[in-house]
């Protein structure tokens, strides 16, 4: 049976690292094969233009050229690690997907979404994920997570925009999210760790996995 391709969104410092890995440990502890990736990047052809976008050096050939970046990062990706891996029945639990594009080089950079839709279809094709978590808090919030995560490194492209854009890309991840109920879930991200964690699993439990899991823990020894 194919997988289950559950991904994460939300702003810098949402806590999207934090909570795909302790998704993928939940659900190998319940027996279940997964595979954690992350966009940019995810395979060995998408993981070299993720440092050519995040450098910045290619923000001066416009936003257009970065969507067109981005999107031939997803293709590889998609074709090399993402289907293979739910073709097989695997689980894949994926930092960031599509819904980064539409916001932030749709939404925020204004770049067509007609070029955008057109570059998804042949980019992800089939492989639409089961289940989208929009990670929401409020941009401060996220940024200084981000920064003190950081340390004394450099914030890479996108971090380094203003606050308002990071304000601005938290609401129209919220569009999104009305946009598509059936699919995206928003959880907010300013809980305590724990309490995010038990949420997003609860929904997983919930959408996916259709309650199985909790029965199965309540008749345990
Ligand atoms: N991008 C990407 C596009 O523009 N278009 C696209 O199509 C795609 C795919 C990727 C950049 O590329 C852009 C968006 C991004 O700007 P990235 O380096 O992968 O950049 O960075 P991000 O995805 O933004 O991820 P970050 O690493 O900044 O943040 P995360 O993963 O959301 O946050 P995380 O889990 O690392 O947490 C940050 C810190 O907060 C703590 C963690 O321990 C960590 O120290 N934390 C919490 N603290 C308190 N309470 C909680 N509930 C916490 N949860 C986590």
């Known amino acids: 049976m194919r997988g289950k391709f559950i991904t994460f969104e939300g702003g810098e410092g949402s806590g999207k690292s934090t909570h795909t890995a302790a998704l993928a440990e939940r659900l190998r502890a319940r027996g279940i094969d997964c595979v954690l990736t992350r966009e940019p990047g995810g395979s060995a052809g998408a993981e070299i233009i993720r440092h050519i976008i995040l450098s910045g050096i290619a923000k001066p050939l416009g936003v257009e ?5 981005f999107a031939a990062a997803r293709d ?7 289907e293979p891996a739910l073709n097989a029945g695997q689980w894949v639990i994926c ?11 749709g939404a925020l950079g204004k770049v067509d979404m007609k070029l955008i839709r057109s570059l ?30 950081r340390g004394a490194a ?6 380094s925009e203003a606050v308002e854009f990071h304000e601005d890309l938290r609401r129209a991840f919220l569009v999104l999210a009305e946009r598509e ?3 995206i879930v928003v959880i907010d991200g300013r ?13 997983v439990e919930e959408r996916l996995l259709g309650g199985a899991v909790a029965a199965a823990e309540t008749v345990a020894p």
């Open 181 to 183: 109920p059936k699919r």
């Open 65 to 69: 050229t970065e969507t067109i970046l």
């Open 154 to 159: 450099a914030a890479d492209r996108f971090e």
């Open 95 to 105: 930092d960031r997907f599509i819904d980064s594009t539409r916001v932030y080089q």
């Open 120 to 149: 998804e279809r042949v980019t992800v094709g089939p492989n639409v994920p089961d289940l989208t978590f929009v990670l929401d808090v409020p941009a401060n919030v996220g940024l200084a997570r981000a920064k003190t995560r």
């Open 76 to 82: 590889d990706h998609v074709r090399v690690t993402i």
């Open 191 to 203: 809980a305590p760790r724990d309490v995010v964690a038990e949420r997003i699993w609860a929904t």
